[in-house]
């Protein structure tokens, strides 16, 4: 029970009714207040205190207001001893609540095993909820080690229909490979390996993961059943394979052992899908961030900023028509020397078109000498979708890139079967489409780069979405799912606009205050 109540609270659960102080007409006035303090605790709480410590001090001060006397006249109360039991006993056939029978423990249980541990509820909790359950329907609580006797039975009942329904949504081909994974028979991706984290980025570790899911998707796991369970319950399980060796699981009987490893492939699978995509994510952010990194530090270390460009543009052009037909040495020379010229030439090649193009030169010789390896294996073994028609040009671009992954050929006539708008970024249009001959031609390499940068960007976002994956699952997976029944009392209730130019316009002008 908190232990802070305000008055409002204290007055709707802890006034005295007059048919509740009636009570009171054949106790002596010792035991008053311990008497309705527990009536209103269990009226609260469906339980009993057992002592007056469980009574929380600002509703014990206002019983005893009531009743106009001192709270201390509680520490004398004999809780455990006759008068207590014969209080509690009163109090129960005053409510109206029975002797708790079979039928109501049975009723119990099956609360327990149909509606409260697939939410992913605990025993604690299980036992917490027990109280309630029993004072909505009328019935006395069973005592401390009998409801707690009830609670694990009810558990372990849950747990072995859990593994029975796994177990049997199994093929005989499933179950066999499970049966050699755990026994490490070669040629099956074992027990330790699929455990294991992929360790350092590199294409050893990707083939690995790779392997891993592909194994696990030969088994054809019912995913949808798997979907329809509580994640909190799944991840119990999970854990719990985790951290058994592969002779201890062994040593389950089949229901179990089928039933608690196909859980565990299930939660691996979503997990090893987002470790790829993030490794994704994470390669394609790294070939960018050092193509930049290592260009700098080779322009920094030579490079200096040249002032009054303006004014030696002019010099330049006055010397240079005053003298057409001088050598550079002698006409240009002396009015921007030698240095002066490497450095803006320099400097140029550190800003604008010039930059942006040795960035993706470093770029494209990483790529191509190491990651081109590794990226592909990767998009291979996903599945990549999108609710959103915008994004659709990405996904037809990945498509291409798949159907053309045996071409040899570097350049490729651009025509209306490979997706350019809403793939190439404009500072990129012109290294990836060329001219050649009156002919536009699209660079094969520097195109796939495009699409990886296009297909990071929206994974962020999650404007593309991943089949079975779990961080990176489809979006609408995590609405109601009556949402679009009730489309506008969620919003409401999330203080929300359902017209997007006015929530638009309403960010606009928070964002502009807090600027001010």
Request: glycine share 4%.
């Amino acid at each position: 029970m908190k232990r802070i109540w305000d008055l409002d609270e204290l007055a709707e659960h802890w006034s005295l009714k007059f048919e509740e102080t009636k009570l009171l007409k054949t106790k002596p006035a010792r035991n008053h207040l311990a008497f309705v303090a527990q009536l209103k605790y269990y009226q609260n709480t469906g339980r009993f205190p057992l002592a007056s410590n469980d009574i929380p001090e600002t509703p014990l001060h206002y019983l005893a207001d009531q009743l106009e006397i001192t709270a201390d006249q509680i520490l004398e109360y004999d809780w455990l001893g006759r008068t207590g039991t014969r209080h509690r006993k009163e109090i129960l056939e005053f409510m109206g609540i029975r002797r708790v029978s079979a039928a109501d423990k049975n009723a119990f249980s099956d609360w327990l095993i149909d509606n409260l541990y697939p939410h992913g509820a605990d025993i604690d909790e299980a036992i917490e909820s027990a109280f309630e359950w029993f004072q909505k329907h009328q019935v006395e609580c069973p005592a401390g080690k009998e409801l707690d006797r009830l609670v694990r039975s009810a558990y372990q009942q849950y747990e072995l229909n859990l593994y029975e329904h796994f177990a049997n949504c199994l093929s005989t081909e499933s179950k066999m490979l499970i049966d050699q994974s755990l026994d490490a028979v070669e040629g099956v991706v074992n027990f330790s390996d699929i455990k294991a984290d992929p360790g350092r980025v590199g294409l050893d570790s990707v083939l690995k993961e790779v392997k891993k899911l592909s194994f696990i998707r030969s088994l054809h796991l019912p995913v949808e059943t798997f979907a329809a369970f509580n994640a909190k319950v799944l991840q119990r399980y999970r854990q719990r394979v985790n951290s058994e060796s592969a002779w201890e699981v062994r040593q389950h009987p089949e229901i179990i052992r089928y039933g608690l490893y196909a859980i565990f492939l299930y939660c691996r699978q979503r997990e090893i899908i987002d470790g790829l995509i993030e490794l994704f994510i994470q390669i394609v952010h790294r070939l960018s961030v050092r193509a930049e990194r290592k260009l700098v530090k080779t322009l920094l270390s030579d490079f200096q900023k040249v002032h009054g460009k303006t004014t030696l543009l002019f010099r330049i052009a006055e010397a240079a028509l005053d003298n057409p037909y001088g050598l550079v040495k002698e006409v240009v020379y002396p009015v921007a020397g030698e240095d002066t010229l490497k450095s803006l030439l320099k400097e140029y090649k550190s800003s604008g078109p010039a930059y942006q193009q040795q960035v993706h030169k470093i770029l494209r010789s990483s790529y191509s000498n190491h990651y081109r390896r590794m990226l592909p294996k990767i998009l291979e073994a996903l599945t990549f979708c999108s609710n959103n028609t915008q994004h659709r040009p990405v996904l037809d671009a990945l498509d291409w890139l798949k159907h053309n992954k045996t071409s040899n050929q570097r350049y490729i006539k651009l025509d209306d079967t490979i997706p350019v708008d809403g793939v190439i970024q404009p500072k990129w249009r012109d290294i990836v489409i060329e001219d050649n001959q009156g002919e536009k031609r699209i660079n094969r390499i520097n195109y796939e780069i495009c699409v990886l940068q296009a297909l990071r960007k929206r994974l962020r976002c999650k404007e593309i979405w991943v089949v079975d994956a779990d961080r990176y699952r489809n979006p609408d997976d995590d609405l109601p799912l009556d949402f679009d029944a009730n489309r506008e009392n969620y919003y409401q209730d999330l203080g929300q606009t359902t017209d997007a130019t006015a929530f638009v316009e309403q960010l606009r002008s928070e964002m502009s205050s807090a600027l001010e």
